[in-house]
């Protein structure tokens, strides 16, 4: 075991076009896209990750820029070369660190650790507290439809199912990307309030549609809906309109799937954060947000991750929450996407309300070469 090294690094990028696009404030959706990483080690074991964004360019940062500095190393030795990645990129680009590519060789090579030494990788990243999580399901996106009364009516449609199959659902508001404001963003949880009932848990997520007077207006009305979180109320960047809004709402506020990990570090220590989110395929990998999570119980901050990836994202996932302590949910993406069905042999499902943890080794998770054929692009 201690003679095996990382031989050989490949990205795949997968893209899939959606049959009708939807909506957040910020963009439409019309394609599906991720790129896969796959590390062999020199005993033919492979592991998986996957990378957040387009696949232009982000299988040549990985592949040209990183790996190199990987090659030949000891592949248990995680959290080292996650920490090399890192000072690669803030050299190579000053000004940024290439995140989410690093986070596809982070995550690959946990899950090849994990195969290496036949545990799951919850085992390595400190021990499984679960075996099951509950599910909150993402979904409720903006519709190609005319008019803000078809507009509500269809995402009411959809939250209604979703809140008997799961319980707990997320909204988007941000309706200015169909040329409304923020009154029909309110009267749309309204109404979505109205259809699912006082017992369904309603997160909303406006990621970062709004300034911070208008965040406080509509964080107002949230609270009057009994809302259990108000995501990314402004941009990323304004953290000190997090900690005001946190102050003066009582609507918890929820952030971090745009955030990086020395930013979680602020965000904590200026009390701005009721629920952590990093993403596992943006923020580095998983061992940025294990760290995330660790100084999130440390400054008493749930941490939630944000997911909306593929399998591979999945799985990742649900390792770390797997780990973390309290209670913690798994966003349960249902919005439209061709890659998280179809690019594992067993997708993820949820069932008694439940999403159950994979206790194979590494991941758990299996991908269908013939799928990957059929999604890849580069
Ligand atoms: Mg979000």
Redesign the pocket.
Known sequence: MQDVTIEHVETIGVEAPLDEPFGYSQSWVETRTATLVRIEASDGTVGWGECWGPVAGTGEVVEEVLAPHILGENPLHVERLYDRLYDVGRATYQTIVPLPAISGLDIALWDLAGKLLDQPVSALLGGQRRERIRPYATGHYFKPVEGIEAQYEAICEEAVANAEAFGAIKLKVGLELCGYGPDEDIELVRRVRDAVGDETTIMV?A?YAYDRKTARRVGGALEAEGVYWF??PVPPEDMDGYASLRETLDVPIAGG?CHTPSEFDRLYAMDALDFAQPDVCIVGGLTPARRIATRGRDNGVAVVP?VWGTAVAIGASLQLVATVEGRPWLEFDRSANPLREELAVSPFVASDGHVSIPDRPGLGVELDESALATYRVD
């Open positions: 997520d990621n995501e990314e799937e944000h």
